[in-house]
């Protein structure tokens, strides 16, 4: 089998358009040549990742394939846009069933990308939301965060996160040394959040377009 090929695709759209980016999430074509793995997804300012936090001009995708992947109806209604390109360092759980990134392995030594994604539970979603907001306020003011926003394959029970790193170490730092996130950490198993979890960490090996669009604050 051919190494896989791992892109994060995002776009801003004009607020004109939004109409147009909803009905392509709605019927965008997830067989594409080469692609084993697609998901279009909606996305969150990154300042809560709650439901109210949607930010709907803007849009993303990610894609395992076998070859670079193109979007070009996306791209005709993007003021902006930016592709990241990934390579899987290590991934846990299941997305709808699959597990999509194969790991190498390797560490990075450069910026890194960690990605999550959940299904809630229904009657868990209160309680997860409450816990939401303490973790949101740490991950805006920790060490070495890059970018930061909200995914999600519906605005409500798909739950998902994308956050940038200057190195794996300040990503380690923030996951197991701030306390409202390791609290919510050792939650997890006792509140049974998620239906269904992934966590996967990537080397960012390359970044093409308007790195805004990620919502990448600090250099």
């Known amino acids: 089998m051919p190494e896989s090929v791992v892109s994060l695709h995002v776009w801003r759209v004009p607020r004109r358009l939004v109409g147009s980016a909803m009905l392509r999430m709605a019927f965008a074509r997830r067989d594409l040549p080469g692609v084993r793995f697609a998901k279009f997804l909606g996305t969150g300012t990154g300042t809560g990742f709650g439901p109210s936090d949607t930010d709907l001009t803007r849009w993303a995708a990610i894609s395992v394939s076998d070859r670079p992947v193109r979007y070009p109806a996306w791209d005709r209604i993007a003021a902006s846009r930016a592709r990241v390109d990934l390579e899987p360092l290590i991934s846990r759980g299941a997305w709808s069933g699959r597990e999509p990134f194969q790991p190498t392995g390797r560490k990075a030594d450069g910026p890194v990308l960690a990605l999550t994604r959940a299904r809630l539970r229904p009657t868990r979603a209160v ?18 965060l890059l970018a930061r926003f909200g995914v999600g394959e519906a605005p409500i029970g798909w739950q998902g996160t994308v956050s940038v790193w200057r190195s794996a170490a300040d990503l380690t730092a923030f996951a197991y040394r701030q306390p409202q996130h390791r609290a919510a950490i050792a939650r997890t198993p006792a509140d049974r959040w998620y239906a269904e979890e992934l966590f996967a960490r990537f080397a960012v090996l390359d970044v093409n377009g308007d790195r805004s669009v990620l919502g990448w604050e600090r250099t």
Do not use: K, N, Y
């Open 127 to 144: 309680r997860f939301w409450s816990a939401i907001p303490a973790v949101a306020r740490e991950l805006a003011e920790a060490p070495g």
